[in-house]
């Protein structure tokens, strides 16, 4: 990457003051979302639009094919939302026989996209815009282009190495035979036209309709198991959050098959080693919170799946005597 984009110089963030914020990883997202509430929309419509829109300016992070949590305050109640999909139906052992690990690429990564069904459910209870209305950023962003921004230009060349062996991944990523660089335009006019799709038909295309069967069709092609069945029975589940008490603070997460878990058993653990009596970037402090941080995934990736499966109740993850346990584990 050119050394002008790596900004090689001393800068300083300087204070935002407002009455309404939207934060993303991507500015023309965050503007969507601001967009949509000077159109009166509220803070559900912009998360919305936001993540939609990063659909398009973030094709290394966010697709449609992607799922989607949500955590909401309506004023008086937290409410969760589990939007990801289970795996297809023709999984079994037999297919992944001799594998030590499961692929990371190609169509036996791939779990039903619930990211869609989560969109239009939160928008149906919480949002006050039409739902199409939220589409109407990205559609514009994907038809007419926009310019890629320095992180994702770096990010899109970085990915484009991982599928480089795949005809379709370049004919829509790599418009110039490579990776846009910062500053170039890009457009994504398929794209454009599936948003437009989904926004007409409050997202059902994805899962009863030509989206799903051209998805579906395009997996047979390939090998991959993914059925009509599979995205036709697909539905979000609302879930009450989990919560910890860290310091003066209560912090609540999506309950498994979520990661969030992993998150406030380490906070529990830090808790026990009283962790606020280190300056918060002093070795002793990110040792704890790097110890921490392995002790609860090592847990998560034993025992946390699908909820109907799991052999250990969520409670028990957040037991005062597991987090003893475990802070007691991590040597000083």
Avoid at 132 to 154: C, K, M, N
């Amino acid at each position: 990457m050119d050394t002008w984009w790596t900004f090689p110089y001393p800068s300083q963030r300087m204070p935002v003051l407002a009455d309404n914020v939207v934060a993303t990883s991507q500015p023309l997202a965050a503007q969507a979302g601001l967009k949509i509430l000077d159109q009166g929309g509220n803070a559900v419509d912009a998360a919305l639009a936001a993540a939609i829109t990063l659909t398009v300016v973030e094709p290394t992070g966010n697709g449609l094919g992607s799922d989607a949590f949500a955590l909401i305050w309506d004023g008086t109640k937290l409410h969760g939302l589990n939007g990801s999909g289970h795996s297809p139906r023709a999984w079994n052992r037999k297919r992944f026989h001799g594998l030590d690990r499961m692929p990371t690429k190609g169509w036996d990564s791939i779990t039903v996209p619930g990211a869609v069904r989560a969109w239009h459910d939160l928008s149906q209870r919480f949002g006050s815009l039409p739902f199409a209305d939220l589409f109407e950023p990205a559609i514009r962003y994907a038809r007419d282009g926009f310019l890629v921004s320095p992180i994702i230009a770096g990010q899109w060349a970085a990915v484009s190495e991982q599928h480089a062996d795949s005809p379709e991944f370049a004919a829509t990523f790599l418009p110039y035979g490579r990776a846009p660089r910062p500053g170039e335009r890009f457009t994504n006019v398929d794209l454009a036209s599936s948003l437009q799709l989904l926004a007409q038909t409050h997202g059902q295309a994805l899962y009863r309709g030509e989206l799903a069967e051209r998805l579906v069709g395009q997996a047979r092609k390939q090998g991959g198991a993914m059925q009509l069945r599979d995205l036709a029975e697909h539905a979000s589940t609302w879930v009450d959050p989990i919560g910890i008490d860290f310091q003066d603070w209560r912090v609540q997460e999506i309950p498994p098959n979520g990661q969030g878990l992993a998150a406030l058993m380490a906070l529990g653990i830090l808790d026990i080693l009283q962790v606020g009596r280190w300056p918060v970037d002093s070795a002793q402090a990110v040792h704890y919170q790097v110890e921490a941080m392995k002790a609860a995934f090592a847990e998560v990736h034993a025992h946390v799946a699908d909820p109907r499966s799991m052999s250990r109740p969520e409670e028990r993850f957040l037991d005062p005597g597991l987090l003893r346990e475990l802070a007691r584990s991590i040597r000083p």
